[in-house]
């Protein structure tokens, strides 16, 4: 039993069977806290505890759908190919809301990691929380972060956009369509930008822009917060 328990199969079998009871639920339910990706973590975390398989094990088969995330990131340039004529023609409101979305961010990381006294390098593995976790990974290593605190942070922050996004954009009466994926990519990157590409093509093609963008922004102000 321990050799199934240590195979990278497992992690993968359980991780996908994880996400398909997630999303069957949130088509049962249409609960927007029933995200599909909380559900699975909150079901891979209660098997491996029942089980007390370690994490260890499990993530042998973690690792391997962890290859996925720079191709499915990179997969996200076709919505973004599709509608270039729209960024060739409003691609300076488009910089200028990518670079106010990552300031905004960085900012209210950094002065709230300094209200509550945290050190620097927890302040660095959660300076990088709302961008993608290839560039979070790789700007909290830089900074001398803890590469799994920034990994929840990321994934923390992707959940919330992805459950409150719609909400918000209602709440604030956004009802442009660029305003609505520029917005929800450049503070829940690609899971915000899953919901987006439901709400429609625009939303989701701006949502993957904001993502590269604001990514690219968040490593340069990231080096100027240090010096």
């Given at each position: 039993?321990?050799?199934?328990f240590?195979?990278?199969?497992?992690?993968?079998?359980?991780?996908?069977?994880?996400?398909?009871?997630?999303?069957?639920?949130?088509?049962?339910?249409?609960?927007?806290?029933?995200?599909?990706?909380?559900?699975?973590?909150?079901l891979?975390?209660?098997?491996?505890?029942?089980?007390?398989?370690?994490?260890?094990?499990?993530?042998?088969?973690?690792?391997?759908?962890?290859?996925?995330?720079?191709?499915?990131?990179?997969c996200?340039?076709?919505?973004?190919?599709?509608?270039?004529?729209?960024?060739?023609?409003?691609?300076?409101?488009?910089?200028?809301?990518?670079?106010?979305?990552?300031?905004?961010?960085?900012?209210?990381?950094?002065?709230?990691?300094?209200?509550?006294?945290?050190?620097?390098q927890?302040?660095?593995?959660?300076?990088?929380?709302?961008?993608?976790?290839?560039?979070?990974?790789?700007?909290?290593?830089?900074?001398g972060?803890?590469?799994?605190?920034?990994?929840?942070?990321?994934?923390?922050?992707?959940?919330?956009?992805?459950?409150?996004?719609?909400?918000?954009?209602?709440?604030?009466?956004?009802?442009?369509?660029?305003?609505?994926?520029?917005?929800?990519?450049?503070?829940?990157?690609?899971?915000?930008?899953?919901?987006?590409?439901e709400?429609?093509?625009?939303?989701?093609?701006?949502?993957?822009?904001?993502?590269?963008?604001?990514?690219?922004?968040?490593?340069?102000?990231?080096?100027?917060?240090?010096?």
């Amino acid at each position: 039993m321990n050799e199934l328990f240590e195979s990278p199969v497992f992690g993968i079998v359980l991780s996908a069977l994880a996400y398909w009871a997630g999303q069957a639920l949130h088509r049962r339910t249409r609960l927007t806290a029933l995200n599909p990706l909380l559900v699975a973590i909150a079901l891979v975390c209660a098997v491996l505890l029942v089980l007390g398989i370690p994490y260890e094990s499990y993530d042998q088969g973690g690792s391997v759908i962890n290859l996925l995330l720079l191709p499915a990131t990179a997969c996200l340039a076709v919505p973004i190919y599709q509608k270039r004529a729209l960024l060739r023609a409003h691609w300076l409101p488009i910089l200028v809301g990518c670079l106010c979305g990552s300031v905004a961010s960085l900012c209210s990381v950094f002065v709230l990691c300094r209200l509550f006294g945290l050190d620097a390098q927890m302040t660095a593995s959660l300076l990088p929380k709302s961008v993608t976790t290839p560039i979070a990974v790789s700007v909290s290593e830089q900074a001398g972060g803890v590469v799994p605190v920034t990994v929840v942070a990321v994934i923390f922050t992707g959940i919330l956009g992805s459950i409150f996004a719609p909400a918000l954009i209602r709440l604030f009466r956004v009802r442009d369509d660029m305003e609505a994926g520029l917005s929800i990519g450049a503070c829940s990157h690609a899971m915000g930008t899953s919901k987006a590409l439901e709400l429609g093509q625009t939303q989701g093609a701006m949502s993957g822009l904001a993502i590269g963008m604001c990514g690219l922004m968040t490593v340069i102000l990231s080096l100027l917060l240090r010096l």
